[in-house]
């Protein structure tokens, strides 16, 4: 069970704008940087947002992150149907037993 | 851009042992930690490990030790994960994936190999 909570799924018309949350605690989300992943079907994850906010080349403006205290929040705007995938959050968790930890994950359906 | 490559497909007995490669091509791997995350059908990304190449000394998550090692040879540019003691909910498709940044493991992850689904049945 994760310690980073998405909700299940968000749906939006082709256009329009979603938002995920990803919520944690003290010893992940507020302590770390936040990074943002896109599984899209049957493919492996890729790297959509690192550093709380920053976007690697190649990844379109339309895609945003940001992250205040326990929790961040990635957004993407002009919803196109080959945004339909699995998003992920994940950070470093310093607990006493450090390691990485993924968000439960949340599947974005475009209308 | 780094390139990560991975074994292909297995099917393993009950209690018997895996070995997955991803070999590295295209880029810096000594100085670069390469994890392991595990997807079990239908269910979400989990970090199994991670190793810094140059260091040879794996991290592992808590749920994995014991069960899991994670090596490195930087003559080939492979890493390995091998998990011991297979059971039915091993059956998963694992992934390698790269630290963008140097030094450290479980930072965030640039490169993704193509992943290898491990099937475990009698």
């Known amino acids: 069970q994760s310690v980073l909570t998405q909700p299940p799924s968000v749906s939006a018309a082709p256009g329009q704008k979603v938002t995920i949350s990803c919520s944690g605690s003290?010893?992940?989300?507020?302590?770390?940087?936040v990074s943002w992943y896109q599984q899209l079907p049957g493919t492996a994850p890729k790297l959509l947002i690192y550093?709380?906010?920053e976007r690697p080349s190649g990844i379109p403006d339309r895609f945003s992150g940001s992250k205040s205290g326990t929790s961040a929040t990635l957004g993407i705007t002009g919803l196109q149907t080959g945004d339909e995938a699995d998003y992920y959050c994940?950070?470093?968790?310093?607990?006493?037993?450090?390691?990485?930890?993924f968000g439960t994950g949340t599947k974005v359906t475009v209308l | 851009q780094v390139q990560l490559v991975q074994s292909g497909a297995e099917v393993k007995k009950p209690g018997s042992s895996v070995k997955v490669s991803c070999k590295a091509s295209?880029?810096?791997?000594?100085?670069?930690?390469i994890n392991w995350v595990r997807q079990a059908p239908g269910q979400g990304l989990e970090w199994m490990g991670g190793?810094?190449?140059?260091?040879?000394?794996?991290n592992y998550a808590q749920k994995f030790r014991g069960k899991v090692t994670i090596t490195a040879d930087e003559s080939t540019n492979t890493a390995y994960m091998e998990v011991s003691s297979l059971t039915s909910e091993d059956t998963a498709m694992y992934y390698c994936?790269?630290?963008?940044?140097?030094?450290?493991?479980?930072?965030?992850?640039?490169?993704w190999g193509q992943g290898t689904l491990v099937s475990v049945s009698s």
């Open positions: 994936a790269r630290d963008r940044q140097q030094l450290v493991v479980g930072n965030w992850f640039d490169s």
């Open positions: 295209g880029g810096t791997f000594s100085t670069h930690g």
């Open positions: 190793i810094i190449p140059i260091f040879g000394t794996a």
């Open positions: 003290s010893s992940n989300i507020e302590s770390n940087y």
């Open positions: 550093e709380n906010t």
């Open positions: 994940g950070t470093w968790d310093t607990s006493l037993s450090a390691n990485y930890v």
